[in-house]
Each structure stands twice: as C-alpha cells, then as structure tokens.
C-alpha cells in the first residue's frame, strides 16, 4: 500500500520536509512549479538532514504546477515566492512569466499507484480548488487536509480563484468535513481550512 503526504505549492519546502521527517512511513510529495525555488527547497532539506542526522529518503520534491487539467500554462512568478501563481494578479507586481507543466493529483496517482492520501496540505494562491478537483476518483482516498481560500468573494486576489463558500460547498458534496478554520493574515482576509473525510474520520489511521 502506497500511502502518502502531498504538499501542493511547496515554496521553500519547510512544510512538506517537516512532514517527511516526522512521518518515516510515509512517502511525500511536494510540487513546487517556480524553478528558482528548487534549489532552495534542496538546500533545505539538506540543512535539516544535517541537523538532524537523517537522510530524508521519503521525501520526493516534483517542480510542476498542480490542477484540474494535465499539460501546461503560464505561471507568474511575483517579486514575492509566496505569491506566485498560475492565476494573474495586480496586488503585488509579476516579475517574469514562464511556462511550466500542470498536472491532476488523479494522473498522478495513476502513475505512481497511490493508495491513500493520508495528508493534502495545498497552498497555490487561489488555485486550491482546482487542485481538489483534479483528483477525481481520488477524492475518497484522501483521508484529511488543509487548504487556503480568502472568505469573502470581493477580496480575491487572484483571476479565477475560489471563496470559502465554494470550498464548503464543495466538501458537502464530496463527504468531507470541517474541522477547523485559522485566519492567517493580518488584514482578517485570507484563511486555513482543515477537513477531513467522513468515511475515514472514525478511523485510527
């Protein structure tokens, strides 16, 4: 069984190598599409091996773009990391755009024989929703998760992007739950939801 940690917009990679190397068992997967950050994320994986004196052999970094189509796009690359996207944006200014690959959490598994997503933590600014529904029939193998969405519909950044109530609606169709919320900015606009599923949420997995 192929169980594993997807971390969707990996920027620096503290996230998903913190998963790694608290979850030996686990294989995770961290997608990052801007190139310049991929060194970066190298560079801190090697610190905290270093530190630590693990090798973090479970964790897999893919420099491409997550979705809800496989072949590629344009990607904006902010004056930013934590800002770019494959939306367009005018809040903060774009200093180059690039082409990258984009591909479904459903090939994805596909191609990698996933069993079960016991983690999906997504942070691709204002794409999270696209990336939930590109999984497919892998809906019901993802057991619990986090993603990051602004609340109200008139404060979004991004073309395209997604608001909290799209999320809700869509966990209500696809028997998942919300667990928890946490505002993560400081203008009270943008905001983490953890969910899980409800066919798994009694299980001690």
Do not use: W
Not at 66 to 88: P, T
Not at 122 to 140: A, E, H, P
């Amino acid at each position: 069984m192929n169980n594993v940690i997807l971390d969707i917009g990996a920027n620096d990679g503290i996230d998903g190598l913190g998963y790694a190397l608290f979850n030996k068992n686990l294989n995770v997967y961290a997608f990052e599409a801007n190139p310049a950050l991929i060194e970066k994320i190298q560079n801190n994986k090697k610190k905290i091996e270093n530190f630590f004196n693990i090798p973090l052999t479970n964790y897999n970094l893919i420099n491409k773009a997550v979705s809800n189509f496989n072949g590629s796009s344009d990607f904006y690359i902010s004056e930013y990391d934590l800002c770019s996207s494959l939306l367009k944006y005018k809040f903060v200014k774009t200093e180059k755009k690039i082409s990258c690959e984009v591909i479904t959490l459903d090939k994805f598994c596909d191609e990698n024989n996933i069993d079960n997503i016991v983690y999906l933590h997504t942070d691709t600014q204002g794409s999270d929703l696209n990336v939930l529904k590109g999984l497919n029939k892998y809906r019901d193998k993802v057991h619990s998760g986090v993603i990051e969405t602004i609340i109200k519909k008139e404060k979004i950044r991004y073309e395209g992007a997604s608001s909290l109530d799209e999320f809700e609606n869509f966990f209500i169709s696809n028997n998942f739950t919300i667990i928890d919320k946490k505002i993560n900015d400081k203008e009270l606009t943008e905001i983490n939801v953890y969910f899980k599923n409800k066919s798994i949420l009694d299980k001690n997995f």
